[in-house]
């Protein structure tokens, strides 16, 4: 599947602006943003991280969880440049 590519200022930008666009990932932000060499699908980056001021741990469990699924779908349309 072909990938647009985006810088990863553009890509810190898209997944800020998906996570903020769901209320259980509102206000939380990605910090382990890195370049991988191509998954099996063929993506180079990925996030391992997300970090919001709140330390309630479950709503961290499930803005992680919901995070997932938004950073993955975004991860098979765009590629790192």
């Known amino acids: 599947m072909s990938r647009e590519l985006k810088t990863e200022r553009e890509l810190l930008a898209l997944v800020v ?3 903020d ?3 259980v990932t509102a206000g939380w932000i990605p ?3 890195h370049e991988t060499v191509e998954d099996e699908d063929g ?3 990925d ?5 919001r ?3 309630d741990a479950d709503a961290r469990e499930a803005a992680s969880q919901a995070a997932a699924g938004i ?3 975004l991860r098979g349309r765009y590629n790192l440049r």
Not at 47 to 51: A, D, N
């Open 71 to 73: 950073i993955n779908e």
């Open 43 to 45: 993506c180079n980056w």
């Open 53 to 55: 001021d709140r330390k």
């Open 17 to 19: 602006q998906a996570l």
């Open 47 to 51: 996030i391992t991280h997300l970090h």
């Open 31 to 33: 910090t382990g943003f």
């Open 21 to 23: 666009a769901n209320p």
